[in-house]
């Protein structure tokens, strides 16, 4: 039997990866461990390695790389020596007639699913005719079938599922610009309603369908200037709901002297050391510091519950913006490392980022984030936690002020605001102001607190 090439989950919130293209041919014979292809998951692009063998099968319309294709869904088989898809198919269709893989000449006689999702689909005494597949091209997959034997039909219903004339009678139909599309929109237009002849669904019935919620139809023109949620997009909106939904976020600002902190970096410029740390590489060594005197605030949740951090490794998150959406690397036991090894360790980050190249270890284990705006001269914000943490500090500017010197003469002083954002659930205000209150006075005196810090 061929044995089917899917789509990975990568993370814990994964519904969809971007196909990224393969990275073996067509025909080419597969160990275990080689890396068949490449997929954007859990914001990060990762290599995807055999766990069988066989020589490879690529579907004339297999995925083309950019396809967003759902978690499980099939993009290509591994056969054995001397075996083609065609005579496994046939073979399988002789010893157990639902196996077989349909060829019909027309799409719609018989729906698409792996051999595997109907021996599952006989075993739980559910017609597949009466499953809506979610794969890619409707295909029906396991999680169909089991959602659909959790959810019986009634009997005439299926009765008539398992009639193939009822099915022909009652299956959708599309006009090819329908299906053009909706392929476009990533539109299931099964589940379109048609205003044609028979119900037949046409190009405008799909527009309505992916309207926006004002009502208003989208039109020709206004469909190729509409653009859907999807890919890294909508994972990222994913994350945000998730994070709005499991948490009560309340954010406290507060006011620091970053003249110390400007001096410091200073110094180092001066000192011509190599690479200059970042004011973020320094707030996230101070930060971590800080964090060792307020461990709630770098809790995670966990099975109903809270996980406290391992104070010894503390990594943190830093969001970066990058042109396909906001990404957070996580920066590794930020307590062991100097300011400059944890520069150069940021800046590697920072790059492999924005060039697409983290791979989904770089986006686990942090226990805090920082996200900083500065650059982009926003003095403050509320930043979104980034569950399951609890907390997150925003980073605003460094701006010019007038200040009281001493005599009470005007001077020009420097000023940084800070937004802690954390999830009142969990943390009480008092707890978030002293956490935050510590890490101010850490700012105003950065290489008193650095210094103080113990070797590790």
């Known amino acids: 039997m061929p044995t089917p090439i ?14 990224a293209g393969w990275q073996k041919q067509h025909g080419q014979l597969i160990r275990r461990g080689d890396v068949l292809f490449e997929l954007e998951g859990e914001k990060a692009v990762q290599e995807i390695e055999a766990i069988d063998e066989g020589t490879l099968h690529i579907p004339a319309d297999g995925p083309q790389p950019g396809a967003v294709l759902k978690v499980g869904a099939t993009i290509g088989y591994l056969l054995a020596a001397g075996e083609t898809l065609a005579a496994s198919a046939a073979d399988a269709g002789s010893s157990d007639s639902g196996d077989a893989v349909e060829t019909s000449a027309d799409p719609q006689s018989a729906p698409a699913a792996a051999p595997s999702v109907r021996r599952l689909a006989r075993e739980l005494q559910v017609p597949l005719n009466a499953v809506q597949g979610t794969g890619r091209g409707g295909r029906i997959t396991e999680d169909d079938v089991r959602q659909a034997a959790a959810s019986p039909a009634p009997a005439a219903a299926i009765s008539a599922a398992e009639s193939p004339a009822a099915a022909g009678r009652h299956r959708p139909t599309a006009t090819p610009r329908a299906r053009k599309a909706a392929a476009a929109l990533s539109i299931d237009w099964r589940m379109v309603t048609g205003t044609g002849r028979n119900g037949r669904i046409r190009e405008r ?5 992916a309207a926006p919620t004002s009502g208003t139809p989208l039109s020709a ?23 709005r939904d499991r948490t009560v976020p309340v954010t406290l600002t507060a006011r620091a002297n970053a003249a110390s902190l400007v001096n410091l970096r200073n110094q180092f410029r001066s000192a011509k050391l190599e690479p200059v740390p970042a004011y973020h590489d320094i707030l996230a060594k101070l930060t971590a510091e800080c964090l060792v005197a307020h461990p709630q605030l770098a809790a995670r949740h966990d099975r109903g519950g809270l996980l406290l951090p391992d104070l010894q490794h503390l990594h943190l998150g830093l969001a970066v913006d990058t042109p396909d959406g906001l990404i957070v690397p996580v920066l590794r036991d930020i307590r062991k490392r100097s300011l400059s090894s944890l520069a150069m360790h940021s800046a590697d980050c920072i790059a492999r980022a924005r060039s697409g190249r983290l791979t989904a270890a770089d986006l686990e284990g942090s226990v805090f984030t920082l996200s900083s705006l500065g650059s982009l001269g926003v003095e403050t914000f509320t930043p979104v936690i980034n569950y399951p943490e609890t907390a997150i500090l925003g980073i605003g ?12 003469r005007i001077g020009v002083g420097q000023e940084l605001v800070l937004s802690l954002t954390f999830d ?3 943390i009480d205000g008092a707890p978030a102001a002293r956490f935050l209150q510590d890490l101010i006075h850490a700012v105003e ?10 070797a590790m």
């Open 6 to 19: 899917t789509i990975p989950r990568l993370g814990w919130s994964m519904e969809e990866g971007t196909f």
């Open 205 to 209: 019935d799909v527009l309505a369908a």
């Open 221 to 243: 023109s206004d469909s190729a200037l509409w653009k859907p949620l999807q890919g890294r997009r909508a994972v990222i909106a994913r994350r945000m709901k998730d994070s």
């Open 397 to 408: 500017a460094i701006r010019s002020v007038p200040v009281v010197l001493e005599g009470d």
């Open 424 to 426: 009142h659930q969990t």
């Open 445 to 454: 005196n950065p290489a008193a607190k650095l210094l103080s810090t113990p």
